[in-house]
């Protein structure tokens, strides 16, 4: 069946430091992906996708491609700050069973990150 | 305007007792899913909807799990004599249509059973 694996957290990284979170999956024909993002706190909010090969996703500095051939889809950002201490959770769109399927969400296990300023 | 919206946002209950778990999608969203998150499993999938019809249940843990959507909105998951591995944080989320489109989720029901 379809899953994602993430890196294991959590990640730790000073202000102003890159992230590379860390996202493969395995899935039958063409899934849409996306990332995830889950503040202290707070339910599930959105925070990129990108739905064929090659797309790459954006927002609020964070970005990701859609990588077919290595079936990932990295999460990258160039210089962290506190406030996106956060858990992230890659995920994969796929259809459920029966005839009118729905798209159900395959998660990874989500990567704990903290920053420290 | 308004987003998911779950109650009750917690529940404790003992083991053994029904509980019954509410999801108001956004207005307008025909497709309405439902996870759950769990220390042990992480972010599992149970159930989806069109409208009202839920065609595919495989994904409720056991037959004490049931869910229904009444009038292409309102979702009850109802989950009877509860048991202790039933403790989680049950999500809800909604889209506008079923094919890939994102899903917005609500802020939860954290369900403890003693």
């Known amino acids: 069946g379809d899953s994602v694996t993430q890196m294991e957290g959590p990640v730790t990284l000073s202000e102003e430091a890159f992230l590379t979170i860390n996202c493969t999956y395995t899935a039958t024909g063409y899934p849409s992906l996306f990332w995830y993002v889950q503040y202290p706190g707070e339910g599930l909010q959105l925070l990129l996708k990108?739905?064929?090969?090659?797309d790459k996703g954006s927002n609020k500095g964070f970005e990701a491609t859609y990588r077919k051939e290595t079936t990932s889809f990295h999460l990258e950002k160039g210089s962290v700050q506190v406030s996106d201490s956060a858990v992230y959770f890659c995920?994969?769109?796929?259809?459920?069973?029966?005839?009118?399927?729905?798209?159900?969400?395959?998660f990874g296990g989500g990567t704990r990150l903290m920053v420290k300023p | 305007g308004a987003g998911v919206s779950q109650s009750p946002s917690n529940k404790v209950t003992e083991k053994g007792k029904d509980v019954e778990l509410r999801c108001d999608p956004i207005?307008?969203?025909?497709?309405l899913y439902w996870y759950r998150q769990s220390l042990g499993q992480g972010l599992e999938f149970l159930i989806y909807?069109?409208?009202?019809?839920?065609?595919?249940k495989s994904g409720l843990p056991s037959d004490r799990f049931s869910a229904e959507r009444t009038g292409g909105s309102v979702s009850t998951l109802t989950i009877q004599r509860t048991q202790q591995e039933d403790s989680a944080v049950y999500l809800c989320?909604?889209?506008?249509?079923?094919?890939?489109?994102?899903?917005?989720f609500g802020p939860g029901t954290r369900l403890l059973v003693l």
């Open positions: 207005s307008g969203h025909t497709a």
């Open positions: 989320a909604s889209s506008w249509r079923l094919a890939r489109e994102t899903q917005y």
């Open positions: 990108a739905t064929k090969a090659d």
């Open positions: 995920a994969l769109s796929a259809r459920a069973a029966g005839n009118n399927a729905g798209n159900m969400l395959t």
């Open positions: 909807f069109q409208g009202n019809s839920a065609p595919d």
